[in-house]
């Protein structure tokens, strides 16, 4: 049994990663972290994150599962480098001074990021790597869709979906187009839309030749994210200081 702490467990993935562990019997959420938080979340009982270090220590903590912004992220990494225990980050928008503080902390703790824990996103990155090289010559777009709180634009997956693009095609990333903007051969649209509930769609367009491709991914519940974030801290508990992703979990 891997025992969870959950950053930010009054939040919407927060909630969901909570409900999904309970669940199961692999996995338990014995602690979560908040600021001006409830004191409990569905009967877990919440800390303030900044007792976290000593909480994850007190509640004999595994793993923290963390999704929140980057700056309680980067937070909770010195709490759990502290604490010895291993880190699952599905939180988007880190900046460059975020990923590398990310690093650091992945040199004493076991630490796996994944801007997308749907299983059917890490096929969609393959899928997107296998087929680019069939069509060289079409053009690409990338658009994602979320829900009206999405704070980052684009989304964490968009941007993995455009490193991976990029690993296959030199192309440049045009966000948005507006006014007189003609398509350069070796552009790319990014485009991100924000509406109701939309737990979270991605499609890649390469169209040419009297053809378009379309390779895209729907996600119908937040459970799908939290139900990778879960495996990947089951699989994390017993890894060494490093720093992993979701495919280290889906190849295993
Ligand atoms: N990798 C993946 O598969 C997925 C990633 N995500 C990412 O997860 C992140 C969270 O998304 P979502 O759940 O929708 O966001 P929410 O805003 O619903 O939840 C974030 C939670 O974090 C809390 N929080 C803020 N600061 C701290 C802190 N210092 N310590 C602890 N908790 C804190 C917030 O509390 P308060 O509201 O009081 O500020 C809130 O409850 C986003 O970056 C999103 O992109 C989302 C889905 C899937
Ligand atoms: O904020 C969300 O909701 C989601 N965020 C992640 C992202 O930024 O890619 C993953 C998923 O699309 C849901």
Not at 4 to 16: F, I, K, L, Y
Not at 51 to 58: K, M, P, Q, T
Not at 99 to 117: G, I, Q
Not at 161 to 177: A, F, K, N, S, W
Request: aromatic fraction near 6%; charge should be negative; glycine fraction near 10%.
């Amino acid at each position: 049994m891997t025992r969870v702490a959950v950053n930010g467990p009054a939040g919407r993935m927060g909630q969901t990663v909570i409900e999904t562990a309970a669940d199961r019997d692999d996995v338990e959420v014995v602690v979560g972290f908040d600021v001006d938080g409830p004191d409990e979340v569905q009967g877990v009982p919440v800390v303030d994150a900044a007792d976290a270090a000593d909480a994850l220590a007190e509640y004999d903590a595994d793993v923290a599962v963390d999704f929140t912004v980057p700056e309680a992220t980067l937070s909770l990494a010195e709490a759990c480098t502290e604490a010895g225990v291993g880190m699952v980050v599905g939180t988007t928008g880190f900046d460059e001074d975020g990923f590398a503080r990310l690093d650091d902390a992945a040199e004493d703790v076991p630490l796996l990021k994944a801007t997308n824990f749907a299983r059917g996103v890490h096929a969609l990155l393959r899928a997107i790597s296998e087929a680019l090289p069939a069509v060289p010559e079409y053009d690409l777009e990338l658009m994602e869709t979320h829900h009206n709180g999405k704070i980052d634009a684009p989304s964490g997956t968009a941007k993995t979906m455009l490193e991976t693009v990029q690993e296959e095609r030199d192309v440049e990333p045009v966000y948005g187009r507006e006014g007189h903007a003609p398509r350069d051969e070796d552009e790319i649209g990014v485009f991100a839309r924000r509406a109701g509930d939309i737990r979270g769609e991605h499609e890649l367009i390469a169209a040419g030749n009297d053809e378009v491709l379309s390779l895209s991914h729907h996600a119908e519940d937040r459970s799908v994210f939290a139900a990778g974030a879960l495996d990947a801290a089951v699989w994390i508990e017993n890894q060494d200081p490093g720093r992993y992703d979701f495919g280290n979990v889906i190849d295993q």
